[in-house]
């Protein structure tokens, strides 16, 4: 009972810290900008935000086929409808619950009863291996637009330290299967095991069909997170330049997916403030863009009420089977 209480006080500590981060994060933007919303909307043209919302759904599309392909990773066969399913219930989570991967986890965790002898790592693979995916294709993403006029209105060791985190996030998981391959602990073999585990499913990203396939679902999504954001800086009038966004948009996603804020408001704005401030972007601007990207996120993940009731059904079936 103890054990129970300690448990639930910890994480309700933990959702009131996040909260608290956000809040002060917000505090802090309230105390450096100044601006009416009011007159952003005023001029704000809605046929971007239609186009926004357009483009959110289709990502979801993409998101779902992405998930396909990871499963496909390991061994699994869902249809697309229920990976459609458990995606838009995950991304409502996502946006409604403290940690911005929520929903994520969920989704992984369902993978649990696949096989008993392989359940936990499974699950945890999967989670990991769709992580993995998304946040190199961002970098890629990133780094490619370095290589435009852009670049020369970034810090030198911005740009170097974007570069470098991708080909460490390429490099990593190959160079450590074949060290963990190799090296041999006799008291640290059930760990290592593990990780040799986690990092087989890691380098599947580039070495098997199906995470290939996820990879290109993940560049993709990428691409479409910064036409989002092109598009709603457009609608609310602020002139952006696209490879800006190709820039922006998935740095300030990998930041905001970090568990230190809640659902990724606070850090996203603060983030974006200072990506779009090398460009010339005041700070007013990077604020009402950031802020109505979090809420076409938000209400593009409200459909996902309507799934909720078939993803915890299938839940509690266990309906993926190996192949």
């Not at 603060?270 to 863009?289: K, Q």
């Amino acid at each position: 009972m103890k054990k129970n209480l300690l448990k639930i006080s910890k994480g309700i500590g933990l959702v009131l810290l996040k909260l608290s981060l956000s809040f002060l994060a917000f505090y802090a933007i309230s105390k450096r900008v100044t601006f009416n919303p009011i007159q952003y909307l005023n001029k704000s043209n809605l046929n971007y935000f239609i186009a926004a919302f357009a483009v959110v759904f289709a990502m979801i599309v993409l998101q779902a086929w992405r998930w396909k392909n990871i499963l496909g990773v390991f061994s699994a066969r869902l249809s697309l409808k229920k990976c459609l399913i458990a995606v838009w219930f995950g991304h409502l989570l996502n946006n409604i619950l403290p940690t911005s991967t929520a929903g994520d986890l969920l989704r992984s965790y369902s993978l649990r009863g696949i096989n008993a002898n392989q359940s936990k790592w499974r699950w945890v693979g999967a989670f990991f291996s769709e992580k993995y995916s998304a946040a190199s294709s961002a970098l890629l993403l990133a780094s490619i637009a370095l290589l435009s006029s852009i670049s020369s209105q970034l810090p030198i060791i911005l740009s170097g330290f974007i570069v470098l985190l991708f080909l460490l996030l390429v490099m990593i998981p190959l160079l450590g299967a074949k060290f963990l391959s190799i090296i041999r602990l006799p008291h640290l073999e059930k760990i290592t095991h593990h990780f040799r585990q986690l990092m087989h499913a890691l380098t599947q990203t580039f070495t098997d069909s199906h995470g290939r396939y996820a990879f290109v679902a993940s560049l993709l999504i990428n691409l479409a997170m910064c036409i989002i954001f092109y598009a709603i800086a457009a609608g609310v009038g602020i002139s952006l330049k696209f490879t800006v966004c190709l820039f922006v948009v998935p740095v300030f996603t990998l930041l905001a997916t970090l568990p230190i804020s809640f659902a990724g408001w606070g850090v996203r704005e603060l983030s974006c403030i200072g990506l779009l401030g090398f460009f010339g972007v005041s700070s007013e601007s990077a604020v009402i863009i950031s802020v109505m990207y979090g809420l076409v996120n938000l209400f593009s993940s409200l459909p996902g009420i309507l799934v909720a009731y078939p993803f915890l059904s299938s839940l509690r079936k266990n309906t993926l089977r190996i192949e």
